[in-house]
């Protein structure tokens, strides 16, 4: 049985996106910013191959609960705010 603590990991070739769903408000940020990546009727809800790694980076920032984070496959990474 899950706790929703667990992280679950969207890859593409340039991004990286993690989604902890205890964390989420389902203020759907996520879902108004980049309806081509985020769309939870669509499994997998993440396909960050859908937009280019720095608009899918500006909308995960976006997330009010930090259930959203990312990592660039380049290295860079979102610093948890």
Do not use: N
């Not at 396909?47 to 720095?54: I, K, L, N, Q, V």
């Amino acid at each position: 049985m899950s706790s929703g603590t667990e992280k679950k990991a969207y890859t593409s070739q340039s991004i990286t996106v993690t989604f902890e769903a205890g964390r989420c408000l389902h203020a759907a940020e996520c879902v108004r910013g980049l309806p081509e990546v985020f769309d939870p009727g669509r499994r997998p809800w993440i396909r960050p191959d859908g937009a280019g790694a720095g608009r899918v980076a500006e909308v995960v920032r976006r997330c009010p609960s930090g259930a959203l984070q990312y990592e660039l496959v380049d290295g860079g990474a979102e610093t948890p705010g």
